[in-house]
Nanobody
Framework: QLQASGGGLVQAGGSLRLSCATS????????MGWFRQAPGKQREFVTA???????HYSDSVKGRFTISRDNAKNTVYLEMNSLKPEDTGVYYC??????????????????????WGQGTLVTVSS
């Protein structure tokens, strides 16, 4: 139900914009998150946006990445600037549908999410 797109190969310092679309009619009630997984590493939290529009970022991307959502289009976006080689990985969007909490502590945990997209690969070359 979640379709991520926009990944690709980019040089360090470049930018990419990821999109994640869903067909759910109640998208506006979902908390949405982005996670990434580098080769040989565990999936890690990148950013999330609550249904109320509160944004949360990991320290590693704060100031470089921006999450946003368009409820009319049932889509969440991830604008990535000043990309670094360590940003390389498969990026997954996820939906937390209960709306239980919009806190960083809650939304940074992948186990709280109910729906996952298929992932889109981002490769940053040095």
């Amino acid at each position: 139900q979640l379709q991520a797109s926009g990944g690709g190969l980019v040089q360090a310092g470049g930018s990419l914009r990821l999109s994640c679309a869903t067909s759910g009619r109640t998208f506006s009630t979902y908390n949405m998150g982005w996670f990434r997984q580098a080769p040989g590493k565990q999936r890690e939290f990148v950013t999330a946006i609550s249904r109320n529009g509160n944004e949360h970022y990991s320290d590693s991307v704060k100031g470089r990445f921006t999450i946003s959502r368009d409820n009319a289009k049932n889509t969440v976006y991830l604008e990535m600037n000043s990309l670094k080689p360590e940003d390389t990985g498969v990026y997954y969007c996820a939906a937390e549908i209960s709306g239980y909490s919009g806190s960083y502590y809650y939304l940074s945990r992948p186990t709280e999410y109910d729906l996952w997209g298929q992932g889109t690969l981002v490769t940053v070359s040095s």
